[in-house]
């Protein structure tokens, strides 16, 4: 019966969609964090009787045919790079980015990757660092004797040294921008790459162009609504009920079919 076989692909994808909300969920305090969505597709079909063949010497032609779909299959599972609320922490290195853009992260590869997470230190040469200890691009030092870091809406590093009155620009923020962010490969610890769907990146200052602008002593939170997963989470579990149950049901038929006499 086609109905097991159906049935099962329909339970193996609605257990992938439970692994991705269950993984939204876990994140849902994570910084800078974007939430995932599962996409299905249909299986392909048996053309029993194919629409539009004909059906008679006459020419006539059949108007709908026959087919039988053979289930569901996981299809795609995307990211939703929306903003995520801020969340002010004080912090003079903690910096969220409001609007478009990824600050640019030096890997010890040497390839560059990117990130929304604006939790930045300073290591043991006074560089902008994430904290995995990766280097800012482009690389930005703060002075051992500085007093007062500040970073504007537009990126610019001012520092206050002693014996200056006005502060000293250390460094410029930069932020790369995608046009398809969906296509960025997420590596873990906060960190995508650049991907052949993602495109190239473009570079500019915040609070230019596309790109949005920087907001210090503040971090952007994940953009995960525990409600919208938890309703998620139940229309999943009872999908996969539903497909348990089609199994149940065709094991029954079958029984009552091999018990004919």
């Known amino acids: ?137 482009p690389g930005i030092t703060v002075p051992a004797n500085a007093t007062d870091i500040d970073i504007n809406e537009s990126g610019e590093v001012l520092v206050s040294v002693p014996g200056q009155t006005a502060p000293t620009n250390v460094g410029q923020l930069q932020l790369a921008n995608f046009i398809n962010p969906v296509g960025l490969e997420a590596m873990g610890d906060n960190l995508y790459l650049e991907t052949d769907a993602s495109g190239a990146p473009t570079t500019g200052n915040p609070n230019e162009d596309e790109f949005g602008g920087i907001r210090q002593g503040a971090l952007e939170q994940s953009n995960v609504n525990v409600v919208e997963e938890i309703t998620e989470l139940i229309t999943a579990q009872r999908a996969y009920e539903m497909n348990s149950r089609v199994i149940s049901t065709s094991d029954e038929m079958m029984q009552t079919t091999s018990q004919l006499r």
């Open 1 to 137: 019966m086609r109905s097991l076989d159906i049935g099962a692909t329909g339970m193996l994808a609605q257990q992938m969609n439970v692994d991705v909300i269950s993984n939204n969920i876990a994140n849902m305090t994570t910084t800078g964090f974007k939430k995932q969505r599962a996409a299905f597709q249909d299986l392909i079909y048996q053309n029993i009787d194919r629409p539009g063949s004909t059906s008679s010497d006459a020419g006539t032609t059949v108007p709908s045919g026959l087919q039988l779909g053979l289930g569901v299959r996981s299809g795609a599972v995307y990211r939703m790079h929306g903003q995520g609320a801020i969340r002010l922490t004080e912090n003079p290195l903690d910096v969220a980015i409001t609007g478009e853009g990824f600050l640019q992260v030096d890997l010890p590869s040497g390839q560059t990757a990117y990130t929304r997470d604006g939790t930045l230190q300073v290591n043991e040469n006074g560089e902008l660092v994430t904290t995995q200890g990766y280097t800012i691009n």
